[in-house]
Nanobody, 123 residues
Framework: QVQLVEFGGGLVQSGASLRLSCAVS????????MGWFRQTPGMQREFVAG???????GYADSVKGRFTISRDEAKNTVYLQMNTLKPGDTAVYYC?????????????????WGQGTQVTVSS
């Protein structure tokens, strides 16, 4: 079993930056593909960014150029650096892990999820 714990959410003003962290335990991190998703009330969980165990990454169009996903194998941690935040980025952000090393664009392909961290961007 894999445990995921997110850190770093909070309340910021429009234009600010935040960095989310997701600490991974319970299985070899190097064998996991990782993703960040977000969800607002009444909406489906949507893909934000993903990174494979070979450091190949992908982003939703809405965050491309503003968000950066990275992973630190020594710390078993994946990060989401969020710059130039907008009120539309307000959501609960979830970290997800997938066996096999590749990331996916759809929530259904992930095997493990964190509890989520709230990000609120005020205008």
């Amino acid at each position: 079993q894999v445990q995921l714990v997110e850190f770093g959410g909070g309340l910021v003003q429009s234009g600010a930056s935040l960095r989310l962290s997701c600490a991974v335990s319970g299985r070899a991190f190097s064998g996991l593909g990782m993703g960040w998703f977000r969800q607002t009330p009444g909406m489906q969980r949507e893909f934000v960014a993903g990174i494979s165990n070979g450091d190949f990454s992908g982003y939703a169009d809405s965050v491309k150029g503003r968000f950066t996903i990275s992973r630190d194998e020594a710390k078993n941690t994946v990060y989401l650096q969020m710059n130039t935040l907008k009120p539309g980025d307000t959501a609960v952000y979830y970290c997800a892990a997938r066996n096999g090393g590749a990331f996916g664009y759809y929530a259904g392909v992930y095997d493990f999820w964190g509890q989520g961290t709230q990000v609120t961007v005020s205008s």
